[in-house]
């Protein structure tokens, strides 16, 4: 089956630093990722769409110059907090469709703390 | 890793009920859940349910966990065309992960 691995699962960071996450579809190429984040005891808020080769879509209230999105091949996407502060702290969770598919594969996870 | 499976695809007719199913593989999760996702909106957390219950009921939502066969359902009582959205069933192991299954897309046809 389809299997996307998000990687790191943890990472702690100083508030002001920049932080990489990435999110690799190990088996099959997606043409669109999408970035989610969750506070604690909420839903998983849709922060942007990402395709591959063009520009995120970013959703209404989401910082593009915060939160750098590139989609630069079909097996990859990033997301970098920048300028990260205690507020980012957070759970950010990855997916990604199939080409050709219906079914939505999910990384497991990265839970940010900024101290 | 965990493999969590779910039906692509479930038509209903309005007023019957939906029933949406989950398997899971790993039994040692700490707590199951239901997201709704609307076209073009985030996921939206309809109910959860911790490993050790066996039934959850929510006004119209009802969730029944299986734990030896490692199912999991959700079922909507007089389902509208409103409850029309994708599905996702998910499970947790602690505090940081979450296991989501592939969705299930859920058309309520008037």
């Known amino acids: 089956g389809a299997v996307v691995s998000q990687h790191p699962s943890r990472v702690i960071c100083k508030s002001g630093t920049s932080v990489k996450i990435e999110c690799r579809s190990l088996?099959?190429?997606?043409?669109?990722m999408f970035w989610y984040r969750q506070f604690p005891k909420q839903s998983l808020m849709l922060m942007a769409t990402?395709?591959?080769?063009?520009?995120?879509?970013?959703e209404q209230g989401v910082e593009k110059d915060k939160f750098l999105i590139n989609h630069a091949s079909l097996t990859l996407s990033t997301l970098t907090v920048t300028s990260a502060h205690p507020e980012d702290s957070s759970f950010y969770i990855c997916s990604a469709i199939k080409q050709g598919a219906y079914g939505y594969t999910f990384g497991s996870g990265t839970r940010l703390t900024v101290v | 890793g965990e493999d969590v499976e779910q039906s692509l695809f479930l038509s209903v007719r309005e007023g019957d009920s939906s029933v949406i199913n989950c398997t899971y593989t790993d039994s040692s999760s700490t707590y199951l859940y239901w997201y709704k996702q609307e076209p073009g909106a985030g996921l939206q957390l309809l109910t959860y349910i911790f490993s050790n219950m066996d039934m959850k009921q929510d006004q119209r939502l009802t969730v029944l966990l299986n734990k030896k066969d490692k199912h999991l359902s959700l079922r909507i009582a007089d389902t509208q065309t409103g409850d029309s959205a994708i599905y996702f069933c998910?499970?947790?192991?602690?505090?940081?992960?979450?296991?989501f299954g592939t969705g299930t897309r859920l058309t309520v046809i008037p």
């Open positions: 998910a499970e947790s192991f602690g505090a940081n992960n979450l296991f």
């Open positions: 990402s395709n591959e080769g063009s520009k995120a879509t970013y």
């Open positions: 088996d099959f190429q997606a043409t669109t």
